[in-house]
């Protein structure tokens, strides 16, 4: 016989926490897809069923998750900037005395894969109005972020004059940096763009 207690314990419903893991790791997967498929083979390569394929997921699966190729795409881009603004972080997670290390690691961020990716949805959404107010928007945001983060890990104060446009130089200067990176290896440049940018930087902020 049933107590009472057993009466009033509320029904107990199926555990969906793998399920949903499972949801959150295929949504993942495509995501990841996306921007390695973007970065090798530019918008006009990367549909979502290459995009699909490369995760390991059928077609109907990607679309459940990202209804249109502009929803995979710029979550994707996303997603990747997000990672790489926490993996900035954790790189110097007290602040960083030496500012060389900082800018260094500031301009990591436009000669990877993302990047690339980024610039390839750049274009596109150049001739794309429906992409260009979407991508628009999500620069913007990438673009504020990354700029707290610099001023956090510089110990910039932007109440002082010049300092604000003292930072967004040096990002301006990562992209261009990034840019010339495309085509051929600029390491050895890139080097001693680096370390002039860190004294200009040290005069700067001071």
């Known amino acids: 016989m049933s107590t009472t207690a057993e009466h009033d314990r509320p029904a107990s419903r199926p555990d969906r926490s793998p399920k949903q893991d499972r949801s959150r790791a295929t949504r993942q997967r495509l995501l990841e897809a996306a921007v390695a498929c973007l970065a090798e083979h530019g918008w006009a390569g990367s549909t979502v069923a290459v995009v699909a394929e490369r995760a390991g997921v059928s077609r109907g699966a990607a679309q459940h998750h990202f ?73 913007a945001r990438v673009g504020r972020e990354t700029h ?24 301006d200067m990562a992209r261009g940096l990034g840019l010339a990176n495309l085509l051929t290896d600029d390491t050895a440049r890139r080097a001693r763009v680096v370390t002039q940018w860190a004294a200009l930087l040290d005069d700067a902020l001071g």
């Open 67 to 139: 209804p249109t190729r502009e929803d995979l795409f710029t979550a994707a881009v996303e997603y990747v900037a997000e990672e790489r603004s926490t993996a900035l972080r954790d790189l110097f997670p007290e602040g960083a005395a030496d500012r060389r290390a900082v800018v260094a690691a500031l301009v990591d961020l436009f000669t990877g894969p993302l990047f690339r990716a980024a610039l390839h949805l750049w274009v596109a959404a150049s001739n794309e109005e429906q992409l260009r107010a979407r991508v628009t928007e999500l620069e």
């Open 148 to 171: 707290r983060i610099a001023v956090d890990l510089l110990g910039a104060d932007e109440s002082r004059p010049g300092v604000r446009e003292s930072v967004q130089g040096l990002l």
